[in-house]
């Protein structure tokens, strides 16, 4: 049984007041809360287990290798990656889609050449293949979404040309919710000899994920959304494509031997891991991934499908209230904007004065907004310890920020 208030206990943040109010949390899209046992994670290994990783011949070196090079298991049993050599640790999503960029596509893309991206790529996922735009010419196309929000995966294939090197795509948008179809257009750009790669920074939080199964040729998680630290993150590399890719970063950990004539690199995934990396917050994103697949992950789908749906049937009371993607399989978010003047800015004041924490703004989505026609909204973000409870609070605060705008 999903017993959510057993959930929220685990939460130490959710039990607060702000703003002489209890703690509503709907920011989950930017960054989630923690359980305790991710925050006794990080205090024991900074308190009891800390020493630097690799190379160390000492207990505690030895100890905090073995936790941390464990979390490259955990993270590929949460995808489903096969095996953990497939699995390059980072610090995120960011990292992750750079190294693509610079290890695989800058290499192996020239003038002229087409990187294919979705109108509501959150910037993370727009700004690297502007890098290669900027500085060897190379061509991003658009696909636009429907005007539900809703993203049509043969829209995606139809648009590839012989040009087109690669299809970047969010599986789950932070701005509308929308869920692409990822084992679609995976299956249409690999009919076509074109690589996919996948932004799972919120679709990881929110389904399960089969890396295997959607067929893809990377997949990017951060760790911050997944209930884990900020800093830490992985990316799946197919083997396939881990076979192309050089590394981008030099230093310590990513090489065999170093001499003033030549570089003898480390084997992937080591290859494109240099310097000290975020050992604690590593460690502490495998403790929230067990966490996460201790309650299971269809059961934490199931729980925040509930609670989209009651969500949208209580924002279908407020005629005043304007909802920025309308798919009925989307993910827990939902974006919206007041008739009149008030700005998205004001109205996360005014509910932030109740306690509800949401986000206003462009949201990492410059594109979406454009198409949108829109400069900014406000964003409510559910997860896996938000209740139908908060749902109402959130109602209230809009019903309120309505009076004092209307």
Known sequence: MYDVEKIRAEFPILSRQVNGKPLTYLDNGASAQKPQVVIDAITQAYSQEYSN????????????????EGVRGIIARFLNAGHEDHIV???????????VAYSWAMQRLVAGDEILLSGMEHHANIVPWHFLRERQGVVIKWVD???????????????????????????????LGTVVDIKAVTQGAHAKGVPVLVDGSQSA?????????????FFAITGHKLYGPSGSGAIYVHPDRMGEMRPCLGGGDMIREVS?????YNDPPMMFEAGTPGIVQTIGLGVA????????????????????????DRFKELNWLNIQGQTADKASIFSFTLDGAAHAHDISTILDKKGV???AGHHCAGPLMDHL???????????????????DTLIEALELAHELFA
């Open 260 to 264: 003033k004539e030549a570089v003898v």
């Open 53 to 68: 990783v690799h190379r160390g011949l000492h207990y505690l070196s030895n100890l905090a290798t073995e936790k941390y």
């Open 145 to 175: 979404t429907a005007a539900d929000g809703s993203l049509d995966p043969q829209a995606v294939i139809d648009a590839i040309t012989p040009r087109t090197k690669l299809i970047a795509l969010t599986q789950c948008s932070n701005v």
């Open 357 to 359: 924490a949401v986000r």
């Open 373 to 391: 026609g829109v400069t900014a909204t406000c964003r409510a973000s559910f997860g896996l310890y938000n209740t139908k409870a908060e749902v």
């Open 289 to 312: 991934l067990e966490h996460m697949m201790d309650l299971g992950m269809d059961n934490i789908a199931r729980h925040e499908a509930t609670l989209r749906d009651y969500a949208a």
């Open 89 to 99: 640790l980072n610090s995120g999503t960011t990292e992750g889609i750079n190294m």
């Open 205 to 217: 939080v929110h389904m399960p994920v089969d890396v295997q199964d959607l067929g893809c040729d």
